[in-house]
DNA sequence: ATGTCGCGACCATCGCGA
């Protein structure tokens, strides 16, 4: 089973990339972030023409997560468990997770676009990190149940520096902050393997260039999609990959797929 | 040193978010 991550930068502008990619990746299932669109304004008919059932959490104008799969969806749950720091609950559309079988047992997919967190000095920051916080306590609750489970999506989390072209430059950022970071190594620490890591230390594996300053001509990336698997994932995980190629396409996302295979099929 | 998108409000440019 192939699975994949990618925010798209606005649904509406990028659906003719999905539906090519789709073809040529052939992914079972897909997380889409950043939809930037109302579940109504979703383009589900090009989707679903193209072979995929669709499950969307959308919003006006900001942030909305959908997933995609070709087999249907056993269970669709919306909304991270938890509230903001005020006691409400949480308006932005930021998670969605569903269940759904192969011939060898179930597949758990949660999907989220963690808050970017910037300016730092901003209540931004705290809705990031207590974010976090509530991902954690849910991950832990997943891992309990003992499934092959795969948390993926847009974390704003440069993990360690190398993960980003220039450090430095990134040293303030909510991105890369230490205690960013530090909420992200007790979210991994739980139990759970980022799939990408599993299989390569090479430095330079980027998932996003910033649009700003030629930062893709000059391969100044950082890695912040990330695919983490329980120990029943991980143990099936066969390959790992990051369709970089995606970038250089005509209007693109500043995000690109990354994918694994997972065999339980 | 700077460099970009996408959205929505509102009409052509701007503020916001990233």
């Known amino acids: 089973m192939r ?15 999905l539906v090519t990619w789709l073809g040529e990746r052939q992914p079972d299932i897909v997380c889409l972030q950043e939809l930037k669109c109302v579940d ?4 589900r008919e090009a989707i679903e ?38 006691g409400d609950e949480d308006p932005q559309s930021r998670f969605i997770e569903v269940l759904v079988s192969t011939a060898q ?17 901003t209540d931004k920051y705290p809705y990031k990190i207590s974010w976090m916080n509530r991902l954690i306590k849910y991950a832990d609750e997943r891992l309990k149940l003992g499934e092959p489970f795969v948390l993926t999506g847009d974390f704003n989390v440069i993990p360690t520096p190398a993960d980003v072209h220039n450090p430095a430059a990134w040293a303030g950022d909510a991105l890369f902050l230490p205690q960013t970071r530090e909420r992200y190594r007790a979210l991994v620490n739980l139990g759970l ?30 890695r912040i999609d990330h695919m983490l698997l329980s120990p029943q994932a991980a143990d099936r995980l066969a390959t790992v990959g990051i369709d970089k190629h ?17 065999d339980v099929d």
Not at 105 to 120: F, H
Request: neutral net charge; glycine residues 8%.
């Open 3 to 17: 699975i994949a991550t990618w925010n798209v930068n606005s649904i509406k502008q990028r659906v003719d990339h």
């Open 40 to 43: 109504e304004a979703f383009p």
């Open 49 to 86: 023409s193209a072979g995929y059932n669709v499950a969307v959490h959308g919003q006006k104008a900001f942030n909305g997560v959908a997933i995609l799969s070709k087999r249907p969806f056993d269970e669709v749950a919306v909304r991270l468990p938890g509230q903001l720091l005020s």
């Open 105 to 121: 047992g179930v597949v758990r997919v949660g999907n989220l676009y963690l808050p970017n967190g910037n300016p730092p000095e």
């Open 193 to 222: 393997t980022d799939a990408l890591r599993a299989v390569s230390d090479a430095p330079g594996l980027y998932t996003f260039w910033d649009y700003q300053a030629g930062a893709w001509q000059k391969n100044q990336g950082i």
């Open 246 to 262: 995606v970038r250089s396409w005509e209007k693109p996302s500043d995000h690109v797929p990354v994918w694994l295979d997972l």
